[in-house]
């Protein structure tokens, strides 16, 4: 059963935390994508990345971290620096190439306490 | 200027009638366009991509592109309760390759 996973669904953070974002996906994309929704607003892009051990910065980058060690895995870390961190976290993968359609998994929604 | 822009809403229309959804983007170069669905609390899921100039069926659903206009649009025929969500414009290549950029979305309520 192909697809994008997120993990988990739910995540609460204390304040001066760092927490990682799961996503994998199956699909056998290069391309993998993180987005950032706040309420009442579109996707907002923080980072990208297109091949293995490569990844740039999207529009608001600043207080996350990526990796990308493995085709299927695309983690993202919301660290301290991050101070506004409660929204919805969206991850997405294509193949390569603008006309290639992204595909998002379910979400994990972040809560700072 | 936002790069993407949707029609305010929220939109309201009542069961059966077309619902009209508009977009104009501001990257003259862009090449590929999508529209998104997203019901409440849940991730957006494709609907629609055009890349041509015209227009491009699929059900009740219809995208328009006019590049020159820089502008493009979804027309869903016989709207359902169903329907009500959130559209979301996304637009890609062009100077930002590989990259989607999203409007704010437009609320949808389809009502019986």
């Known amino acids: 059963d192909g697809g994008i996973t997120q993990s988990p669904k739910y995540l609460f953070r204390k304040e001066g935390q760092n927490v990682t974002l799961s996503c994998e996906q199956n699909?056998?994309?290069?391309?993998m994508y993180w987005y950032r929704q706040d309420p009442g607003q579109g996707l907002r892009l923080i980072y990208y990345?297109?091949?293995?051990?490569?990844?740039q910065k999207g529009d608001i980058a600043e207080g996350y971290s990526v990796s990308r060690e493995k085709k299927e895995s695309f983690p993202l870390t919301v660290t301290s620096a991050q101070k506004n961190p409660t929204a919805f976290y969206l991850c997405?993968?294509?193949?390569?190439?603008?006309?290639?359609?992204?595909?998002f998994g379910p979400g994990t929604r972040l809560t700072v306490l | 200027q936002k790069e993407v822009e949707q029609n305010s809403g929220p939109l309201s229309v009542p069961e059966g009638a077309i619902a009209s959804l508009n977009c104009t983007y501001s990257?003259?170069?862009?090449?590929?366009f999508f529209w998104y669905r997203q019901y409440s609390g849940k991730s957006p899921e494709l609907i629609m991509s055009?890349?041509?100039?015209g227009d491009k069926e699929d059900g009740r659903f219809t995208a328009q592109l006019n590049k020159a206009s820089q502008y493009v649009s979804l027309l869903i025929r016989d709207s359902q309760p169903s329907d009500s969500a959130t559209y979301l414009c996304?637009?890609?290549?062009?100077?930002?390759?590989?990259?989607?950029?999203f409007g704010q979305g437009t609320i949808l309520t389809v009502h019986p």
């Open positions: 996304a637009v890609a290549g062009g100077t930002s390759y590989g990259k989607l950029t």
């Open positions: 055009i890349y041509s100039n």
């Open positions: 699909l056998n994309h290069d391309a």
């Open positions: 990345s297109q091949i293995v051990n490569d990844f």
């Open positions: 997405a993968s294509s193949m390569a190439g603008p006309r290639d359609t992204q595909y």
């Open positions: 990257d003259r170069v862009s090449q590929s």
